[in-house]
């Protein structure tokens, strides 16, 4: 009972948290799924955002320039692993492996140090919460708001001409040459937008425990996906609609587990080899029910 | 209006498995016209094609559409001009979206794409004159999952997809070969309703003599990167299958057992 005791306790913390790296886990879920493209750049991307935005407050700028510049360095990461994929013809694993080893010396860099202590700085919830910034219920409405905008936004976006041909090349390569769809432009901009909202993760992390540092991204690209994976078991992923709210729901539920396990007394060291597993049944299952793997992949 | 001149390809220059597929093919198909290719496998027809639409860079030649030189130009620049089937079902239309995605990304084939609904009520009544001509049903399962589709459906949708926007050239790759017989004539017998109707530039590659022999107002055999035999008009109608055989010693087994 004590152990549950303990879970309960945690949940709003727990909650707070998922929101965060539900942020990245539709980072994780628009090259996957929209695309086809099995991206691996959100594992740097997400430092990324954290060592932008925490460099760009730590020089005295508004919490909504230094998040803003957060995802647009997302952004750029994406798109460099597009631009590796495209004109060094490197396989679309190898190429998020190589952006994402460089971006932590990147990261590094950008902040001039491994970490950027934050206390002190004004961040997006002390902005929008004023006085009521410290309290996790409000911090968890604020990032709910947010996380709803963001599926709304890509909501519409993924059903207009130009979302729907982002999905064609992601559904059929051959299909969406054939109609004319620019696959080069469409990898790029949507590698672009995925790693642009890992990033903006990255950077509500920060604000949120009011530190960055190089190493606080580890493993977010396998978490997410298992949050996507989690969540497309449990409401589907056959339309639009229910393709971005897997990842939200998925992280919100994944996070949860994580922390009963823990309570349970789940080494946190042993979580990796457990979230690895975990991942690897799900890939597995539909091919053991002989249908084709939730992972799709060019090539 | 679809002109070809010295087309030149040369697959894995320079090693081992170097294949000469096309050498210096002149070709010019006037406006209107509905052209078969025949040809033993290995004969240069579907390069012939795949050059047309622009899926890689030939050695030598260019191609034109409407006067307008596109040898530079990517595949999926060449759309604007350039429709296509495949001979693979899975191809031609994408599996995991909607009948009516699909078509929608058709309809702006060329067209610039804009951040505007996809779908809606003009898009469906388009779709649902369209896909009646082919009399599968296929106009009330608009928002049915491609992939739930048969291989003739898929085939029958490809096909709208091409003409949704009416293209200067249209590329048949044995669109039919597939298929079972009996939907491989449904399909075909689609095919000539809206080539016909909307007087489409056309370069059909076929395996079926008899297809060869009945549809299409030019017949084009092609033999080892070139062109061997090209009728059209009445030369063409007088052909019969036995004939084409005699005539030309056709070695292909697939060709015989199907004619």
Redesign the interface.
Known sequence: MEALGAFVHLVPVTLLQSLIYAFAALGIMIPFRVLAFPDLTSEGSFPLGACVCAAVLAAGAHPIVATAAAVAAGFAAGCATALVHQHARVNTLLCGILVLTALYSINIRVMGQPNIPLFGFANVFELALGAGKDDTWRRIALLGALAACACLALWW?L???????M??V???L??????????GLYTLWGLGIGNAFAALGGSLLAQNQGFADVNLGFGVLINGLAAVILGEAIVGA?TVARLLAAPVVGAIVYYQVVSMALAFGLQPSDLKLVTAVFVLVMLLLPAVRGRSLPVRMRE | MLEVRGLGKVFHPGTAAERVALRGIDLAVAPGDFAVVIGDNGAGKSTLLNAV?GDFAVETGAVLIDGRDVTGLP???R??WV??V?QDP????????SIE??L???A???CR???????GREGRARDRTLLARFGLGLEERLRT?VDLLSGGQRQALALA?AVVRRPDVLLLDEHTAALDPRTAGLVMDATVAVVGDAGLTTLMVTHNMQHAIRFGNRLLMMRQGRIALDVSGPAKAALTVEGLIERFHLADDKLLLQA
């Open positions: 976006l059903r207009t001409e130009i979302g729907t041909a999905r064609a992601g559904a059929s051959a299909m969406a040459r054939a109609q004319g769809v620019d696959v056959q | 639409a595949a999926h620049r759309a604007r429709a296509r495949f899975a191809l031609g239309a994408a599996g995991a979206m995605e699909n929608a990304v058709a702006r084939r060329g794409r804009r951040f505007r609904a996809a779908l999952r997809m």
